[in-house]
């Protein structure tokens, strides 16, 4: 197949995951939470049908843990890199040097974000050089390319609300097209959860896992 979605995902730790969802939760429940976000957003990543699939994992050595998570169909890769920016521009490169054709790199905290939104990612590629998917909060969900553009990387504030701004200001000095997708949102903070109530309570089977957990630890509001 030419196109390869990449799900990035990080073991879930408590204390060094979704720190900022703390409070509503203790450090190990929002570790708990993340792997549930976790789960749904495969199972979403799972029901694209015009690309591979891949899982990049990190640390290296929590191997055995992804391979109990991951969904049939997903390839297994560590990532690799100092950083944010170095470990997508490597996974972007190593999938590139296999010979797939268009690479859509991915987040593993946006389980509601709408399939089609994964397939415009990839049937833009056909006529820009990147597309990219604008979060909420200044980051993006999504990235993807024809051609690995490792600059594109370099230099930006991950974590903060300048990312995209940052992005795109790098794609025009390269003179590279884009296609912006529509903007939606991640889990990072407690103004996030009621938004993702909503919309798990109103289709359940967007991300069953994740509003199993809100359920039992009691949320109930609702945007």
């Known amino acids: 197949m030419d196109n390869v979605l990449i799900v990035v995902a990080k073991e879930p730790v408590p204390e060094l995951t979704k720190t900022r969802l703390c409070p509503p939760f203790s450090?190990?429940?929002?570790?708990?939470?993340?792997?549930?976000?976790?789960l749904d957003t495969l199972a979403l990543a799972g029901r694209l049908h015009v690309a591979d699939r891949v899982l990049a994992y990190t640390p290296a050595g929590a191997r055995s843990l992804f391979e109990d998570l991951a969904p049939d169909g997903f390839t297994l890769v560590p990532q690799r890199g100092a950083d944010l920016g170095e470990r997508l521009a490597n996974?972007?490169?190593?999938?590139f040097e296999l010979g797939y054709r268009r690479v859509v790199i991915m987040n593993s905290d946006g389980p509601t974000l709408p399939l089609a939104y994964l397939g415009e990612a990839f049937a833009a590629l056909d006529g820009v050089d990147v597309t990219l998917g604008p979060g909420h909060d200044g980051g993006y969900y999504l990235i993807g390319m024809k051609a690995?553009?490792?600059s594109l990387f370099q230099g930006i504030a991950w974590s903060t609300e300048s990312v995209v701004t940052q992005t795109l200001e790098l794609c025009n000095s390269l003179g590279l097209a884009v296609h912006e997708l529509p903007v939606w949102y991640d889990v990072d903070v407690e103004?996030?959860?009621s938004r993702l109530f909503s919309d798990a309570v109103r289709d359940p089977a967007l991300a069953p896992c994740t509003l199993a957990f809100l359920k039992d630890h009691g949320w109930t509001r609702t945007v």
């Open 191 to 193: 103004a996030d959860l």
């Open 148 to 150: 690995l553009h490792a």
């Open 91 to 95: 996974a972007l490169a190593h999938h």
């Open 27 to 38: 450090p190990g429940q929002a570790a708990d939470f993340y792997r549930c976000l976790m």
